[in-house]
């Protein structure tokens, strides 16, 4: 019996434009740390991705943010590391700015709601590039508190990422689920649907900001927009 509804966060939870939101995150990002790293911001922006590379192939042996630290400092010097609260302090600040990028849907907290109250568990199973001060922030975007959500992934709880299926099998560990309780909601073919299949998940492919690099035939796959889940949320069970 279905138990556990896990969501994405980035154009599930909290529809966006996805290329604006990059954009305006490196400009926030470059103007508060190229000074004080005495770096161009192309600079910057290269070791961000490489770093942020190394947490998507981190195969689950150390944390996700030491992996990103492990590499930013290999690119920008080990001085770096002290300026790991500054930029916490970043995400509680200038992150705000990327706000502009992203959409309130008033179908998002409903739908939190309506599953809430018939006794789903919830997770917030976004990619954990980024510190749960970051990820918090965008939770409270969308319109949800992150209290909501029984488990947040975040670069300190996490050792893997999507898709790596064993990023699923994490959570569900740590939740002590199995594969049948639990669906996944997301609007990335690869990242939330082709690898949770891996791990005989269902899934459910939010349309609204759909990613679907592979070109899948989606006849198959549960999909819909945000609205048409809202619907699709209403008509679950409760859960015993």
Not at 50 to 70: E, L, R
Not at 85 to 102: G, L, M, P, Q, T
Not at 158 to 168: A, D, E, L, R, V
Request: net charge neutral; hydrophobic share 40%.
């Amino acid at each position: 019996m279905l138990k556990y509804i896990f969501f994405d966060l980035d154009g599930t939870l909290l529809p966006m434009d996805q290329d604006y939101f990059i954009k305006v995150y490196f400009t926030e990002l470059c103007k508060r740390f190229c000074p004080v790293l005495k770096m161009e911001n192309e600079q910057l922006i290269k070791a961000v991705w490489k770093s942020t590379n190394s947490m998507i192939k981190n195969d689950g042996s150390i944390p996700n943010y030491q992996a990103f630290w492990q590499t930013f400092a290999k690119l920008c010097g080990k001085t770096v590391l002290k300026y790991v609260k500054d930029f916490d302090d970043f995400y509680i600040n200038e992150f705000n700015e990327c706000k502009v990028a992203v959409k309130y849907n008033p179908n998002i907290p409903e739908a939190i709601k309506t599953l809430k109250n018939k006794g789903y568990t919830l997770i917030a199973a976004t990619n954990p590039l980024f510190p749960a001060i970051a990820i918090n922030n965008r939770l409270g975007w969308a319109g949800v508190n992150p209290k909501d959500f029984k488990l947040i992934t975040t670069y300190e709880n996490s050792s893997t990422c999507k898709p790596n299926p064993k990023y699923f099998i994490e959570i569900m560990e740590k939740i002590k689920a199995e594969p049948e309780e639990c669906m996944m909601v997301g609007n990335d073919v690869d990242e939330d649907v082709l690898s949770t299949k891996k791990v005989n998940m269902e899934s459910y492919l939010v349309t609204d900001c759909i990613i679907n690099r592979s070109q899948t035939d989606l006849s198959d796959i549960t999909h819909g927009t945000i609205r048409e889940f809202l619907t699709y949320a209403r008509m679950l069970p409760d859960v015993k």
